[in-house]
């Protein structure tokens, strides 16, 4: 475990471990799915589309990001925080509870 700061400076809490080969893949592959939908839309812009169309997009791309996200909490409950909670790391658990008040 150590601390380091993050892009704003804050200091944030790590621990290591590895992730569920498996998990991270199928949240790679989402997130590519994410990526080509996005490039999908820039190309809706670009090309003068339909406000509608695109702004139907953009809200699609946004429920896929969510999707990601809540499949990402749920890995780091039932993997990272277990992890931290069997190590004594309250450190962990704290940091997960700054994340979450930031993410919703």
Do not use: W
């Amino acid at each position: 475990m150590e601390n380091l700061n993050n892009q704003t400076g804050e200091q944030i809490h790590t621990h290591e471990h590895l992730h569920d080969p498996q998990e991270k893949k199928r949240q790679l592959n989402r997130l590519s799915r994410i990526i080509g939908h996005l490039n999908y839309v820039k190309r809706m812009i670009e090309n003068d589309e339909d406000c509608s169309d695109v702004l139907m997009q953009i809200a699609a791309t946004k429920s896929a990001l969510n999707g990601l996200g809540k499949q990402i909490i749920n890995e780091h409950l039932t993997h990272c925080i277990i992890h931290a909670i069997e190590e004594g790391d309250t450190e962990a658990i704290d940091e997960f509870q700054k994340v979450i008040q930031k993410y919703f």
